[in-house]
């Protein structure tokens, strides 16, 4: 048996004072800095929108300069497709999806390049800006192309003049291609390169004595006997 161990008020005093021990003597991990905030994210994320929404002018001017035109005929009595095995028509479907995986893979670089902490505000700033550029720049296309009164351009060509169809986008999923794509390379850039959580080791719970040659992992309370 062994006299009452009291604790000193300089030791008590000091232990207060004293950090929390690590576990497995591996060295106490700061605590990884909080994020922008949810306010901020917001507002980040409505920005992205709005620039990509706008964006989607350029997308549609070079769509309605690219995209092949359908050339069709009139005679007295109708309007006819002048090739009627033509592919021009999927090939206009096909540039609108090519120039959308190009804006989408060049606006989920810029985004992750401008945040690359991400976050969920922001992956659906990229998503809904995608989707609103991919429409503006389907109805700027269509303004822009050949008008849509077929009858009053056939009469103004003429019998047997071939003259260019209205511009169309007929797989109305192809407005899907710059969101997608604008995801995906977000997503695997942040996979790729993106901030990693901090790792750290836990050791035996008796590491958390202090004192060496101890078998108590914590002082024991005033007045009480240790053997």
């Known amino acids: 048996m062994t006299a009452p161990h009291t604790p000193s008020h300089k030791h ?21 800095e909080d994020g922008p905030g949810l306010q901020t994210e917001l507002i980040q994320a409505a920005l992205v929108a709005v620039v990509l929404t706008v964006s989607g002018a ?12 359908v050339p069709l005929v009139a005679d007295d009595k109708a309007v006819f497709l002048k090739e009627i095995e033509g ?40 998503a809904l800006g995608g989707l609103l550029a991919s429409v503006v720049a389907w109805r700027l296309g269509l303004l822009l192309g050949p008008g ?16 260019d ?12 291609a710059w969101p997608i794509a604008g995801l995906a390379v977000h997503l695997g850039l942040t996979a790729l390169f993106g901030p990693r959580d901090p790792e750290f080791a836990v050791g035996p719970y008796h590491a958390l004595n202090e004192e060496p040659g101890r078998n108590h ?11």
């Open 87 to 126: 592919e021009q028509a999927i090939g206009a479907d096909g540039t609108f999806i090519l120039l959308a995986l190009g804006f989408g893979l060049v606006s989920g670089a810029a985004v992750f390049l401008w945040r690359r902490r991400g976050g969920i505000p922001l992956v659906v700033g990229l």
């Open 12 to 32: 008590s005093a000091d232990h207060s004072r004293t950090a929390p021990p690590s576990y497995g003597g591996a060295p106490s991990v700061p605590e990884e």
């Open 148 to 163: 849509d009164d077929v009858v009053a351009r056939a009469k103004e060509a003429g019998p047997g003049v071939a003259f």
């Open 217 to 227: 992992p914590y002082p024991p309370e005033p007045g009480t006997r240790t053997e």
């Open 58 to 69: 350029l997308f549609g001017l070079l769509w309605g300069k690219l995209a092949p035109r």
């Open 165 to 176: 169809a209205p511009l169309k986008l007929n797989a109305i999923g192809a407005l899907l």
